[in-house]
C-alpha cells in the first residue's frame, strides 16, 4: 500500500443515486471529489431496484392490456412472454444507464475509482481530520466524507429465509416460477406478488400482519389487500412466520399456526437494512442506531463531525429522490454556502401494484396522533376504462384535511395512474394548499384526476 494519501476536497463513499448527486453537485461548487464504489454504478435504484422493478411492471401490464383490448374492439391478439427475452432487453437498458451514470461523473471531473472502501483513523498529529479511506492498495483523503451506501435485502429474519430469493435474484430471472411464494409485506413484497401474479406465477403473499404496507394509510391498505386477492393472490395474513424450508425442487413456509404454504420459488421481501457492515464505522466512534443505520442530524452530519451520510444508510426516508435532495443539501451547504436542509414531511411515495397506490402528506392515523381535528373526505368508484371491460376493479381516493384551518394534510390514492397523479398534487401540499384550493379549481373531465377536485361533503369528522 501506498504510504502517500491522494488528497481530495470531499470522498463519497457508494455510487448510487444518493453519492452521484451528491459528487456532482459538490464538484459543480468547485470541490475536487472522489467517489468509490464496490460494485456497478448506478446503485440499488437503477441496477436492481426501482428502473428494472418498473420494467418488469410494465411487463406485466401489457398481459392485462391485451385481456382488455378485446372489450374495446381488437380481435385476434394474443402473445405469450418470456422472461428471458425480457431479461436480455433489461440488461441492455441498465448497461445503457449505468454507461450514462459514468459519463456524468467523468463530466463533472469527478474520480471514479472501483473497490471496496474501508474507513482508517487518521494519524493523530492530523485529528481532527475525517478518516484516511482504504480502497485495495490505495489510501485516500479529504477533509470531508459523504457515506452513500445504501442499504442491502435482511437475510436473518427468520430461520431457512438465506435459500429465498432477494429482489436482486428475481430481477435476473429467466423463467416466470410457476408459483411464488412471498415472504414479506412491504412494499418490495406487493410490488413483486403484483408483478409476478400479472406474468402468470400462482403467488401466495405471507405476512405476519393483518394487512400489507404497514405504515400508509389504513384505508388503502384494505382496498389493496382487496386488490390483490381479486386478482388471485393468496394473502395468508396475520399469523406469525416461523421458518422457509426447502424441500425437492420447492419451498415449504411454516407459520406459527401449524400451517404450511408452498411454491416452486420463494422470494425474500422481509426488507432492508442500512449497508454499514464492513466500513470500520464502529471502530471509528460513529454512532450507529439499533437497526445499524448511520445516526445523523438535520443536516446529516454523523456524530463524527468530518463525515455526513444521505440516503437508505441513515434510515430515514427511504427513497431515492429523498437521497438525491440530501446528497445536494449536503453539497450546497458545504462546499456553495447555501445552506440547505431537506424537509422529509413532504416527500411522495408509490407503491407499484396493480392496482399502484400513492401517498403524500400525513396518512389519517399520523394526523390524529399529531392532534389535528379532521375532515376526511374519500371518494370510490370504477374508472370508466375498466368499467367498459367488466372489470370490477375500482378506484379510491383520500383527502385528510384540518378541521380547522382547511389546510390539506395528505393525499391518498389507490387506483390506475396514482403515482402520476398524486406526485402532481404534492407541489399543492408542499405550497399549503386548502381544501377551498382544492374546491376553486376547475377539473379536467373526463378524468380520474378530476374527483380529487369533486369532492364536496367529509365523510366523518374527528375532533382533535
Keep these: 500500500m501506498s504510504n502517500a494519501p491522494q488528497d481530495f476536497d470531499l470522498i463519497v463513499i457508494g455510487a448510487g443515486s444518493g453519492g452521484v448527486a451528491g459528487a456532482r453537485r459538490a464538484a459543480a461548487h468547485g470541490a475536487r471529489v472522489a467517489i468509490v464504489e464496490a460494485g456497478r454504478v448506478g446503485g440499488t435504484c437503477v441496477i436492481r431496484g426501482c428502473v428494472p422493478k418498473k420494467l418488469m411492471m ?3 401490464g401489457y398481459g392485462q392490456a391485451l385481456d382488455e383490448a378485446a372489450a374495446y374492439g381488437w380481435q385476434g391478439l394474443s402473445g405469450q412472454f418470456s422472461m428471458a427475452a425480457w431479461s436480455d432487453a433489461k440488461a441492455t437498458e441498465i448497461r445503457r444507464l449505468e454507461a450514462l451514470y459514468r459519463d456524468m461523473l467523468a463530466s463533472a471531473q469527478v474520480t471514479l475509482i472501483a473497490g471496496q472502501a474501508r474507513l482508517l483513523a487518521p494519524p493523530p498529529a492530523q485529528q481532527p481530520m475525517a478518516p484516511l479511506v482504504q480502497v485495495g492498495e490505495q489510501l485516500l483523503r479529504a477533509p470531508k466524507l459523504l457515506l452513500a451506501t445504501g442499504g442491502a435485502p435482511v437475510t436473518d429474519a427468520l430461520p431457512g429465509l438465506d435459500a429465498a430469493m432477494t429482489s436482486n435474484e428475481l430481477l435476473d430471472l429467466r423463467r416466470v416460477p410457476a408459483s411464488l411464494l ?12 403484483s408483478i409476478l401474479a400479472g406474468l402468470g406465477s400462482a403467488v401466495s403473499l405471507a405476512f405476519r400482519d393483518k394487512l400489507p404496507l404497514r405504515g400508509f394509510d ?3 391498505r384494505c382496498r389493496l389487500a ?12 396475520g399469523v406469525g412466520l416461523t421458518a422457509l424450508e426447502r424441500q425437492g425442487e ?8 401449524g400451517s404450511l404454504l408452498r411454491g416452486d420459488a420463494a422470494l425474500n421481501a422481509t426488507g432492508r437494512r442500512p449497508h454499514t457492515a464492513g466500513l470500520g464505522l464502529a471502530e471509528l466512534g460513529v454512532r450507529l442506531t439499533e437497526h445499524g443505520a448511520v445516526a445523523v442530524d438535520a443536516d446529516s452530519r454523523s456524530s463524527l463531525p468530518t463525515v455526513w451520510a444521505v440516503g437508505d444508510v441513515t434510515n430515514r426516508v427511504n427513497l431515492t429522490p429523498v437521497a438525491i435532495a440530501e446528497a445536494r443539501a449536503f453539497a450546497d451547504t458545504e462546499f456553495g454556502h447555501q445552506p440547505q436542509r431537506v424537509d422529509h414531511r413532504s416527500a411522495a411515495s408509490a407503491v407499484f401494484t396493480e ?4 401517498s403524500v402528506g400525513l396518512s389519517e392515523a399520523q394526523a390524529v396522533a399529531a392532534g389535528h381535528p379532521l375532515s376526511i373526505f374519500e371518494a370510490e ?3 370508466m376504462k375498466t368499467a367498459f371491460t367488466g372489470s370490477p376493479a375500482r378506484s379510491y381516493m383520500k383527502l385528510v384535511v384540518d378541521g ?13 395512474d396514482a403515482p402520476e397523479i398524486v406526485q402532481s398534487l404534492a407541489v399543492a401540499l408542499t405550497c399549503g394548499a386548502t381544501k377551498r384550493d382544492f374546491d376553486r379549481t376547475l377539473a379536467v373531465h373526463p378524468t380520474t384526476a378530476e374527483e380529487f377536485m369533486l369532492m364536496r361533503s367529509p365523510v366523518r369528522r374527528l375532533p382533535a
Design 218 to 220: 389504513d384505508d388503502l
Design 404 to 416: 380547522l384551518n382547511d389546510r390539506v394534510l395528505g393525499v391518498h390514492m389507490l387506483g390506475a
Design 250 to 257: 420447492g419451498y415449504v413456509l411454516r407459520r406459527a399456526d
Design 58 to 60: 410494465y411487463a406485466a
Design 226 to 237: 382487496q386488490a390483490l386477492g381479486a386478482r388471485g393472490i393468496t394473502l395468508a395474513a
Design 381 to 383: 368508484f370504477r374508472p
Design 355 to 358: 392496482p399502484a397506490l400513492a
Design 182 to 193: 412471498v415472504v414479506g409485506g412491504g412494499y418490495i413484497a406487493v410490488e413483486f406478488a
